[in-house]
């Protein structure tokens, strides 16, 4: 079946560096992508659409300077976390639906941790 | 704007007897795809069912059903006897099938499943 894949899947870095978070769709083209934020026991936060070819599209409240999404190819899109700060440890998740499809697939996340 | 709404923050279940999960939700499209997902302990989001709003049917996957009733607005879980592999964090989700949203889901705040053995 599909596959979503996220790499790293934990990474802690300091305060004040930026980390990137790469996501892939490894069988089958993604034009789309989305990027999750997840508190323990809470719900998925969506980010923002990463759209291939074009600007992301972010939700309300999320910061487009702060967390930079960059969809290269129609298989790879990315998460920046700018400047990190110790509140924006978390865990990220990217989906990718399959076009065509009811079905969106999961990556199994990033644990951020910023110290 | 569709919302989500899981009222049950935790629940818990003897294992091989049945629990029922609760989801309503909300929209003004007649037309729509709800689904819920698991997360377990990895983390990692796997489907466990999906219904499509057209059919009248309930769907079933081996020990797992739900009870759509579209009138209500209402999508709940019911899981059969009942394993300690269910234990997991469980969310109801809604698509739309517009254009306009894509294919974003909406979740609900998730329900937290434990299993006695």
């Known amino acids: 079946g599909a596959v979503v894949s996220q790499h790293p899947s934990r990474v802690i870095c300091k305060s004040g560096t930026s980390v990137k978070i790469e996501c892939r769709s490894l069988?089958?083209?993604?034009?789309?992508m989305f990027w999750y934020r997840q508190f323990p026991k809470q719900s998925l936060m969506l980010m923002a659409t990463?759209?291939?070819?074009?600007?992301?599209?972010?939700e309300q409240g999320v910061e487009k300077d702060k967390f930079l999404i960059n969809h290269a190819s129609l298989t790879l899109s990315t998460l920046t976390v700018t400047s990190a700060h110790p509140e924006d440890s978390s865990f990220y998740i990217c989906?990718?639906?399959?076009?065509?499809?009811?079905?969106?697939?999961f990556g199994p996340g990033t644990r951020l941790t910023v110290t | 704007a569709q919302t989500v709404t899981q009222s049950q923050p935790e629940m818990s279940v003897q294992e091989a007897e049945t629990v029922t999960l609760s989801c309503t939700y909300d929209?003004?499209?007649?037309?729509?795809?709800l689904f819920w997902y698991k997360q377990p302990p990895s983390r990692q989001m796997i489907l466990v069912i999906r219904?499509?709003?057209?059919?009248?049917q309930n769907a079933t996957e081996n020990r797992f059903s739900v009870n759509f009733q579209k009138a209500a607005k209402s999508f709940s879980l019911k899981i059969s006897d009942s394993q300690l592999g269910d234990a997991a964090m469980y969310f109801c989700?809604?698509?739309?099938?517009?254009?306009?949203?894509?294919?974003?889901?909406?979740f609900g705040a998730g329900t937290i499943l434990r299993v006695k053995s």
């Open positions: 990463s759209n291939e070819g074009s600007k992301a599209t972010y």
């Open positions: 219904q499509e709003a057209y059919k009248q």
């Open positions: 069988d089958f083209q993604a034009t789309t």
């Open positions: 989906s990718a639906p399959r076009q065509a499809s009811y079905e969106q697939y």
């Open positions: 929209t003004s499209e007649s037309d729509y795809y």
């Open positions: 989700a809604y698509r739309s099938v517009l254009l306009e949203y894509g294919n974003k889901l909406v």
